[in-house]
């Protein structure tokens, strides 16, 4: 096709998480819009356009091969795809702030304020900004004063539509999602151009599974949403403390509750905590804001969730040091899963770098293997990694070591021989899983030492 013959143009600044895989889906299931996808990072785009995709999700390249050169573009030509475009989407990051006010739980908008003035500068037509990225509630406003201030007689309309894809399952939540969520003005242009992106949707998505809002609930829904996904794990793992002194079973536990249909079994499993780069971030966001319009018995509460994830971590840095003997010079412990969670290789805010940081500390000596995340947990630990070794195959992290730590759940994780592990450890060998990960009975009667989240160890000293 060329140019003209698509039926509206469609931008999205960042090729990130979110960027990439949601324009990669909208292509492919809308062969008539043209979709580009723009970066200021040249490395991305250029991994984009390339074989080696710059992050990994299952099914990603499948979908990518289908529709790349076809009606899916990767560009970082920002400028030009702007002014063409009819609809953009703004899929930047908005970290948590670093410095100045608010420093450690506001967001960092410079990148959502660069855009929105980009947008400007470039725009001789009128467009419908969707927000992509996760924002504070009533961001919209900003990004309005900033698209219409000056002499600019260019209309925009913005709207909210955050992403709820998970990393991992990335192309399945957004090929058949939960709920999309649109916000917008109830205006007569903010419905006209609610509707033109609900066209894009009802491609794939049946029609009850849009939820249409007002912008500012729309932008709060996110932040909240991921606070009580977070809430729900901090609070199992709040009482995996409590069953480690009461011989109770967390996963016995949280059976028992989450039977419950008002509970619901999800997100009730023990670990060494959540990571990732939106959770400790969105809280920290939900708490600013709460402190900003003075909730300060509600910025508390979200923060206690912080503060038992947290907490959650050092309680396995402790369990592994209390265990080994109250030191860990020069033990070499196995990490068993770098990236937050299985099926990514993202590292970003992953429990691994906080453990193995502390691990680091006490001087043991790490061998990180993970199937998708060793180049970034090594860029994670650089600096501070002269005792730390990354390698492809979990036997040879285990080769000699005193200890494995599971960290992320990977499910080859469960298929390994660990016959053969114990075999080739240093005695007393000795298993932390930090994800209830795999057959603790029958690694005990191997000859390991056990020690799971949440539950008796079954051990031999
Ligand atoms: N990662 C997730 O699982 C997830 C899920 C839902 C929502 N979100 C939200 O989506 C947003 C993006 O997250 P992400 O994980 O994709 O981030 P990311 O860091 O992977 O990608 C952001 C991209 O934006 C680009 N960028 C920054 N400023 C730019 C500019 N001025 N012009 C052009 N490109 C620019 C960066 O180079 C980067 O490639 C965040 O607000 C995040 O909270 C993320």
Redesign the pocket.
């Known amino acids: 096709m060329n140019d003209n013959q698509f039926a509206k143009k469609i931008v999205c600044?960042?090729?990130?998480?979110?960027?990439?895989p949601t324009m990669v889906v909208i292509a492919n299931k809308c062969p008539e819009y043209k979709v580009t996808v723009?970066?200021?990072?040249e490395v991305?785009i250029n991994a984009w356009n390339s074989d080696e995709l710059?992050?990994y999700e299952p099914g990603l390249k499948d979908r990518v091969d289908k529709a790349r050169g076809k009606n899916l573009f990767f560009s970082t030509d920002?400028d030009r795809n702007i002014a063409e475009a009819d609809i953009i989407f703004v899929?930047?990051?908005?970290?948590t702030k670093t410095f100045g006010e608010g420093a450690g739980k506001a967001?960092d908008l410079q990148?959502i304020e660069?855009?929105a003035r980009?947008i400007k500068e470039n725009s001789t037509s009128p467009k419908i900004i969707v927000e992509?990225?996760?924002?504070p509630v009533r961001a919209a406003e900003t990004m309005a004063s900033i698209l219409h201030s000056g002499n600019n007689s260019v209309r925009f309309e913005i709207l909210s539509n955050?992403?709820?894809?998970?990393?991992g399952t990335?192309i399945r939540d957004m090929e058949e999602p939960d709920r999309i969520l649109i916000g917008s003005h109830d205006t007569v242009a903010g419905n006209a151009a609610r509707d033109e992106l609900l066209k894009i949707y009802l491609k794939w998505v049946p029609k009850d599974k849009i939820i249409t809002t007002n912008l500012w609930s729309s932008e709060l829904s996110?932040l909240v949403a991921?606070a009580f996904l977070a809430q729900r794990i901090s609070s199992i793992n709040s009482i995996s403390a409590l069953c480690e002194v009461t011989e109770a079973d967390i996963s016995e536990v949280a059976g028992a509750v989450g039977r419950d249909s008002r509970i619901g079994p999800k997100f009730l499993e023990a670990g060494v905590g959540f990571g990732?780069?939106?959770f400790r971030?969105?809280l920290l966001n939900l708490v600013y804001l709460c402190e900003y319009y003075k909730l300060e018995d509600v910025a508390k509460f979200w923060n206690s969730v912080v503060e038992i994830n947290d907490n959650q971590m050092e309680r396995f840095v402790n369990c592994i040091l209390k265990t080994m003997f109250r030191t860990l010079v020069d033990k070499k412990i196995a990490i068993f899963g770098f990236a937050f969670k299985p099926d990514t290789g993202?590292t970003?805010d992953a429990p691994a770098i906080y453990i193995c940081k502390r691990l680091l500390e006490e001087k043991a000596r790490l061998s990180i293997t993970d199937p998708h995340a060793i180049s970034n947990a090594r860029k994670d630990l650089s600096g501070i990694d002269e005792r730390a070794e990354f390698v492809e195959n979990p036997y040879e992290a285990t080769r000699g070591a005193h200890a494995l730590a599971l960290i992320t759940e990977w499910p080859e994780y469960r298929s390994l021989d660990y016959q053969k592990i114990f075999d080739s450890m240093s005695k007393p060998a000795f298993i932390f899983d930090g994800r209830n990960h795999l057959d603790h009975q029958k690694l005990f009667e191997v000859g390991f030492n056990v020690y799971p989240i949440g539950r008796p160890p079954l051990t031999h000293i």
Do not use: W
């Open positions: 600044v960042g090729a990130g998480y979110v960027g990439g723009v970066d200021i990072s991305r710059p992050i920002i899929s930047v990051h908005t970290p967001s990148f660069q855009t980009r992509k990225s996760t924002l955050p992403e709820f894809m998970a990393e990335a996110k991921n990732g780069s939106c971030k969105d993202d970003r």
